[in-house]
C-alpha cells in the first residue's frame, strides 16, 4: 500500500537494521522492503517522498545531519514548523511488513526510535508499563525516565484536551503551535514523580468507584462484649436544623499516628442554627440545639424592600451570613439595618450578641461616628485554626464586615497562654476601609506562618460591592500601654481604632472603582475617588487626621443610589476566592479571584483573577520584555537546552523564540530567580476566565481546591526544598537523592498548579487552572481557558468541592456525584446520593416558575466539605436537613499493602475481627452455619478431652481402641475379684454366733404333727432375724476396723496404693453380694420345706 506524501517535507524513514548497518545505502532498505511478504518480520515507516540517505534514523528532507547537530531537535522543530495536513489527503506514511533473513534473531523492536517506542508504551496499563523495564536494558531505560510516564499520564488523564475530542481528526485543524502534553494539576503526594502520580491517582480513582467501606478500630469496650462494628461506606442521619444546612466544616483526624474520628460543624444561615455531629457514632451533639436564638431575614423585618441595595437605593440589606469553625464554633450576621453579630463559642450552650458600634466620634484620633442603627452585617468570619490568632496574639479570631465599609476583628477569647488576656468576642481592631461602600467578603489565610509573614505576603482580603480589592500583608499590633488596662465599652472600642492604625489596607490598582462617565460634568463628587482609614506609619498630623475623619464620615453618610449614580460597577452578590499559596519566587504571586454572578437581570456573569507580582527594577530597562504580550524575545543567546527524550545538545543559536501567549509562573520564576537586584516594584495584574463558549451563564457556586499540597507556597514544597519538613510524607515515592528532585516548579509533576471551579445554573461546571500564565505587563489582559467543563444530570449547581483528585458537585434536585478533574472519564466516577423522586422534582420546578420562588429547598445539596489529604476517601455532604458522610477504603493505592495477605475475618459472634455483612437479610444465613460448625467442633473437643481423662485414670485403654465390651467387663471383673482378694485377707478374725454344730438336727415334715412344725418354723424365724442383724452389725465393724487399718498404715507411710473410688465401689458391691447369697443358702438350710404337694389331694401329705 502506497500513498503520497502531502507536505513539502518528507515524513521520516525508519528502518529495522543494527546500528553497524547505518553506513549501508538506501537501495538495501528498498531490497529489505520489497520481500516482506515472504518473511513478514518488523515494521517499517516508508515515505513516498524522497528517501534519505541514511537509513535507520529520524531525518528530514533536507539531508543527514552532521555528528555535532542532534536530529531529535531538529526534526522537532520541524514538524512544529511545518504546516499541518489534511485528512483528505491520506496518510503521511505507509506501514509495511520488513523482509528478514531465514535465522535473523534480532527484533526489529529493538532498532525503533526512543519516540516511537514511548508513544507505544504509554498505552499500556501502570502495572503493564512498570513490569515492560524488565524486557530489556534499553526498555528498562526508557521506562525509568520520566518522560515515558508524563506520556503514559498525559494519554490516560486528557485534561483540556477532553473539551475537543475530535481536534485530532479535524480536517481544517491548523496547528500553528506545538501541543504541550504536560498537564496542569495538584499532586497528591509530597515527594511525587509522574510514575507515583499515575500509579496513585488510576488506584484511587478506582477504589472512590468500588466504593469499599474502611473498616473501622475495635475499641476495647466493642472487644469485651463482641459487638464488632459494621463497616458501612456511607451513613446518613438527622442534624435537627430546621433548614438546609448549607455551611459545613470539619477537623480530620490524621491517618498515622493521629487516629482521631473526623468531628463535624454545620449551620444554617436562614434561622442562624448551627450544631455538630459525629458520622462514626451518626449522632447529632447537644451544642447548639439548645440556644434559643433565631434570627429574621432582611425580607421578613422590611417587606417590600429591595435586597442588596437596589430598587430606591435608600436601606442595604442582604440575607444573613454565617460562618462556622468546628474547633472555635460559629458566628452569625444580621444583613438587616440595625444588625448584630452573634457568636456562640464550641464549649458553649447559648452564645451572646457583640458589642455593637458605640456611636462616639473622635476626629483627632481618627474615629468617626458610626450608628448602629444604620450598619448592617454583610459578611462574617471565624478562625478555622490556631495560626491567625497565635500570630496575632489574640487580636484576630473574628471578622465582620459591615454596610458602612467598617472592618470590626474580635477575641476568641482566653486561649492558651498569651502575654494579653481578652475577653471572649472583645472588639480588638477596627478599620473604614471603603466608607458607605459594603464590605461582602473576607478571604484570610488559614495556612499563614511565620515564615510567610517574614516574606511579607497578603494574609488578609476584603472585596466591597463595587469590585474593589483590599488586602493587607502585615499584622496588627496593640501598644504595650493598653494590656493592662481594665477597660469599659468605650475605652475598648477607643483601643481597637487605634490598633487599626498599626497596619494598612492597600488597594490592588486594577480594582480601583470606575466613574460612571459624566459628559456633561454636572456632577461635584469624584466618582473613582473614596478615603479610608490612615495608619501611624504616615506621620499625619492631627489637623489632617481631622479632615480624614470628616471626609470619611460624608461617605459613610451617603446611600447606595449616590454610590451607584457616581460610579460604576455596583453588585453584592459577587464572589471571592485567593489563592494565597501562589508564588513568583519573589516573595509575591497570590491570586484573588473576584466573579460577578450574573443572577440580576441586568447583569453579566464575568471571571477576573488578580495576581500580585513583584517586578525587580532591572526588568524596567527592557523595555522589549515588558511590551510584547505574544512572543518574547531576547538579543543574548539563551543556554542550550536538551531535547527531552535525551541525546546530545543542540548548538547555540542567536535568536530562540518561545511560542506563547504570555509569561507562565515557571518562566516568571525562572527570569526573576537569575537577576540579582536590590529592590522590587508590586504591581497587579489582570487576567480574565473564558467560559468556554457557554452564554448566558449564572454563577450559583464556587470553590477551590483545599488539599494539602495546594496550600504551600514555593518556598514550603518539600519537592523543590528536599531538605524541608513534609506534611504528609510519602516513603514509597521518595526520591533517591536530592539530585533527583526539580530545581524548578515547572520541573514539578502537575507545575505546582491549583484548581478553582464554578457550578452554574445551567447544571454545568468549569474548571480553571488557578495558576496558569501570566500576563507579560499591567497593560495586558491575557485569557484563561477552562481545563474542564462538566455537564452534570441535576438542573442546577447548589454546591460544589474539589480536592486534588476528585470533584464533588452537588444539585438542587439531590443529586452529587463525584468527578475526575483530569478527565480520565467523561462519566462520574460516582453517585453519592442520588436524586429525590420525581414527585419532590416536579414541585420544585412548580416552586422556580411561581412568583414567590422556591425558598427553602430542602432537596438541595446545599455544602460539601472534603479531607484536605487526597488520599482519604472521605468527606460529607448535607441535603436538605439531613448529613451524608462517606469514607471509602483507599488502601488499593498502597502499593505495600496491596500485595499483602487478606486479613481472615473471624466466625460470627466472636470479637476478633468485624462481620462483613449487615445483620439483615440473607447475611444471618452465614451466621448459623458458622454457629452450628463451631458448637459440633467444641462437643467432639469435649469428648476427647473426657475420654482422655477416663483412660488416665481408669485404664479403659489399656486393652486398646478395638476391644469388646465383654472384654472391658471381663477385665473390670478380675480386678474386682482381686481387690476383695485382697480386702478378705486384712480382715481380722472374729467368732461368729450362728456355728452350724449347735442346729438342732432337722426332723422331717412326715412326722411332725402340723401345728408343731408351724410353731418351730416361726421360733426358726425369729432366731433368723436375730442372726442376720448380728452379721450386719459384725460386717460393719469390720468395715470400721478395715478404715482405721488403712488409716494406720497410710500414716506409717505405708508403699500400698490407695484403693480408687471405682475400686472400692466394685468391692462393697461384691462383698454385699456375697452376703446375700450366704444369708440364702443359709436360710435354705435352716428351714426346709414342711410339706411336699402331690396331685393326690389338697393339703394332704403324701
Known sequence: MHARSPTSVPQPYVESSSPAESTSDSHHGEQQGASAANYGGGVSLLDHGQFPSTPGRLSPSHGAFSASRNRITEYENASAASPSRKKTEGPAFAVVKKARKPGDKLSPIADLPNEILTHALAHLSPQDLSAVSLVSRRFHDLVTTPHAWRTAFSRFFRGPDSLNPSDYDDEDEQLDDLRVERRAFTRITALASWRSEYILRTRLLRSLARGKPVQPTISPAQARLGQPPVALPIVEYNSQMFTTINHLHATFGGTALNKRPPRFVHGADDVGTAGSSDPTTEKVDSWGLGDPNTFLQFSDRFPGDALYGLGPGNVVGVPNSMDVSQPYGMVHGEGSPGGFVYYRFSEEMRGHFLTPSSGVSEPALGIPQLLPVQEAICSVWIAKSSTIPSLTDGLIGLISGSSLGVLTSYSLGPLGTRDQRFSRGEITARWVISPGVPIIAIAIDEHYSVKRQGENRIWAVVLNALGEIFYLTRLPKRSTSDKAVRLDDESKERFAWSTGRSVYWNLAEPSRRSARPNPYSNSHVDGSYSPRSSWDGMYLSEEQIKGETREIEDYINRKPKDFQRSCLGWDMRRVLEVDFAGDDENQAGEAVFVFECGLDDDSIASAKRFARFKVADTEHKVNAETKKPQSISTTTSPEPKSSIFGGPSPPLSSTAPDLAYGLSLASVQHQESNRTTLRSTEEWRLSALSFGGLKLVQITAHAMDGSTFATLTASEDPLLNFSGQSTVSSPSMTPLSKSSSPSSPSDVPGQRARLIAVGTLMGTVLVWDARASLPSSTDAVNTLEPVRVIHTDSPQISCIALSSLYLVSGGNDGLVQAWDVLASSAAPVKTLHSRHALKARRRLVQAQASPQGVGINLFAAGAICLDPDPTVLR????????????????????????????????????????????????????????????????????????????????????????????????????????????????????????????????????????????????????????????????????????????????????????????????????????????????????????SIRTKKGKGRAQ
Open 875 to 1090: 468527606g460529607m455532604v448535607s441535603v436538605g436537613t439531613y448529613l451524608r458522610y462517606w469514607s471509602f477504603s483507599s488502601s488499593a493505592a498502597d502499593q505495600y499493602k496491596s500485595h499483602k495477605r487478606r486479613l481472615r475475618r473471624a466466625d460470627r459472634g466472636t470479637n476478633v475481627a468485624n462481620d462483613r455483612f449487615a445483620n439483615v437479610g440473607r447475611g444471618n444465613i452465614k451466621g448459623f452455619i458458622a454457629n452450628e460448625q463451631f458448637e459440633l467442633e467444641r462437643e467432639s473437643v469435649q469428648q476427647a478431652k473426657q475420654a482422655e481423662h477416663l483412660a488416665g485414670r481408669f485404664g479403659t485403654e489399656l486393652l486398646g481402641s478395638d476391644a469388646s465390651e465383654e472384654e472391658i467387663l471381663a477385665y473390670a471383673q478380675m480386678l474386682s475379684e482381686e481387690a476383695l482378694a485382697k480386702d478378705r485377707a486384712k480382715e481380722p478374725s472374729f467368732p461368729t454366733t450362728n456355728d452350724r454344730s449347735d442346729r438342732p438336727t432337722p426332723v422331717d415334715d412326715a412326722e411332725m404333727d402340723p401345728e408343731i412344725a408351724e410353731a418351730i418354723r416361726l421360733s426358726l424365724a425369729e432366731d433368723e432375724a436375730k442372726r442376720l442383724q448380728e452379721q450386719e452389725e459384725a460386717e460393719f465393724e469390720a468395715y470400721e476396723d478395715y478404715q482405721a487399718f488403712e488409716e494406720q498404715e497410710a500414716a506409717e507411710g505405708s508403699n500400698n496404693r490407695e484403693l480408687s473410688d471405682l475400686e472400692f465401689a466394685l468391692q462393697l458391691s461384691l462383698a454385699e453380694e456375697q452376703s446375700r447369697l450366704e444369708a440364702e443358702a443359709d436360710t435354705r438350710e435352716d428351714f426346709p420345706a414342711l
